[in-house]
């Protein structure tokens, strides 16, 4: 009879273990479905939306391209409130937006002083481009395009905006940092040096372009231009003159950057003639054309911004920038 009992117990115990693993076995698949169905739905829902969002960026593009603003704004601000992860529908649509405050600021400006709701438009246009560009940096901080946009957006603010300059400062160096091998990068860091008068920086940014690039004659030009400026006339020279040597297969670029040498060298001639004239204590001919009167020189083409927003007093104030420093080696 014990026997018979051990058998019974054993036997109710075995089977109790068989249904536990029957349910086990019935959870796993069962569980592995509602994950893959969640996976399914996440994706088919976040996919579907990035589609919708691309199909209204693309109609944004055909608008822009018709010179339409506002359906261009409308679509853009559409595909970013149906997908909200691209930089670059940040980054365009800060861009429209800096260019429709640009248009609206050109027009008439006794007009636009006195439109109050105007005047809130055009705020409102700038507030939103800076936003639309910091955007961009929070969604994609490693896209060097983001932080050039930003840095663009900030210089075209500079005499508009309060500390608009340093922004765009800091902007274009986080852009250097990211992509510190490109010759461009220091060429617009140059660049934005040369339109605040900050002559010796833009030389430097502009020299380490020649550096990384030798044959950039873009590079020389811009280091041309800061030398004329800073009034060093015969570095100037210098570079004007690596400039012709190699363009020498580009006739349009050749025929200016000769037309710019004779005119500096006219310059620096007249600068001695006159230094001589003044050792000898001896005044201009009248009739001659003194220093201050020589030959114009062809506008400056050096790194500019593509917008520049007329300069207003008092300042408006923008919003500022924040930076997260770009790691380095050993750090």
């Given at each position: 009879?014990?026997?018979?009992?051990?058998?019974?117990?054993?036997?109710?115990?075995?089977?109790?273990?068989?249904?536990?693993?029957?349910?086990?076995?019935?959870?796993?698949?069962?569980?592995?479905?509602?994950?893959?169905?969640?996976?399914?739905?996440?994706?088919?829902?976040?996919?579907?939306?990035?589609?919708?969002?691309?199909?209204?960026?693309?109609?944004?593009?055909?608008?822009?391209?018709?010179?339409?603003?506002?359906?261009?704004?409308?679509?853009?601000?559409?595909?970013?409130?149906?997908?909200?992860?691209?930089?670059?529908?940040?980054?365009?649509?800060?861009?429209?937006?800096?260019?429709?405050?640009?248009?609206?600021?050109?027009?008439?400006?006794?007009?636009?002083?006195?439109?109050?709701?105007?005047?809130?438009?055009?705020?409102?246009?700038?507030?939103?481009?800076?936003?639309?560009?910091?955007?961009?940096?929070?969604?994609?901080?490693?896209?060097?395009?983001?932080?050039?946009?930003?840095?663009?957006?900030?210089?075209?603010?500079?005499?508009?905006?309060?500390?608009?300059?340093?922004?765009?400062?800091?902007?274009?160096?986080?852009?250097?940092?990211?992509?510190?091998?490109?010759?461009?990068?220091?060429?617009?860091?140059?660049?934005?040096?040369?339109?605040?008068?900050?002559?010796?920086?833009?030389?430097?940014?502009?020299?380490?372009?020649?550096?990384?690039?030798?044959?950039?004659?873009?590079?020389y030009y811009n280091?041309?231009?800061?030398?004329?400026?800073?009034?060093?006339?015969?570095?100037?020279?210098?570079?004007?003159?690596?400039?012709?040597?190699?363009?020498?297969?580009?006739?349009?670029?050749?025929?200016?950057?000769?037309?710019?040498?004779?005119?500096?060298?006219?310059?620096?001639?007249?600068?001695?003639?006159?230094?001589?004239?003044?050792?000898?204590?001896?005044?201009?001919?009248?009739?001659?054309?003194?220093?201050?009167?020589?030959?114009?020189?062809?506008?400056?083409?050096?790194?500019?911004?593509?917008?520049?927003?007329?300069?207003?007093?008092?300042?408006?104030?923008?919003?500022?920038i924040s930076i997260?420093?770009?790691?380095?080696?050993?750090?």
């Amino acid at each position: 009879m014990a026997l018979k009992k051990g058998l019974i117990q054993v036997q109710a115990e075995e089977g109790k273990t068989k249904d536990s693993e029957k349910g086990f076995t019935k959870f796993i698949p069962i569980t592995f479905l509602v994950f893959f169905i969640l996976i399914a739905g996440v994706s088919g829902y976040f996919g579907s939306r990035y589609i919708i969002s691309d199909i209204i960026f693309q109609k944004s593009l055909v608008a822009a391209s018709k010179n339409n603003g506002t359906e261009t704004y409308n679509d853009e601000r559409d595909a970013i409130n149906m997908f909200p992860y691209r930089d670059v529908y940040y980054r365009i649509f800060s861009q429209t937006n800096l260019a429709l405050a640009n248009g609206l600021a050109q027009t008439d400006k006794d007009k636009l002083a006195k439109d109050t709701q105007a005047q809130q438009t055009l705020y409102g246009l700038i507030q939103q481009s800076i936003t639309m560009g910091r955007n961009a940096t929070s969604v994609s901080p490693m896209t060097v395009a983001n932080w050039q946009n930003l840095a663009s957006t900030y210089r075209a603010l500079i005499g508009f905006g309060q500390n608009a300059e340093s922004f765009s400062l800091l902007a274009t160096q986080q852009a250097v940092a990211l992509d510190s091998a490109n010759p461009q990068e220091y060429i617009a860091l140059g660049g934005l040096y040369y339109q605040l008068g900050q002559y010796d920086n833009a030389i430097r940014e502009f020299q380490t372009a020649v550096n990384l690039k030798p044959d950039f004659a873009n590079a020389y030009y811009n280091l041309g231009h800061a030398y004329e400026q800073k009034g060093d006339l015969k570095s100037a020279l210098a570079q004007y003159q690596q400039v012709e040597s190699l363009v020498q297969t580009d006739q349009n670029t050749l025929k200016q950057i000769t037309k710019e040498i004779d005119a500096l060298q006219a310059k620096i001639n007249g600068e001695q003639n006159a230094n001589q004239q003044q050792a000898a204590n001896t005044p201009p001919t009248p009739g001659e054309p003194t220093p201050t009167e020589e030959i114009s020189q062809t506008p400056l083409n050096v790194n500019q911004s593509g917008t520049q927003l007329p300069a207003k007093k008092p300042q408006v104030k923008i919003p500022g920038i924040s930076i997260t420093p770009v790691p380095t080696e050993g750090k």
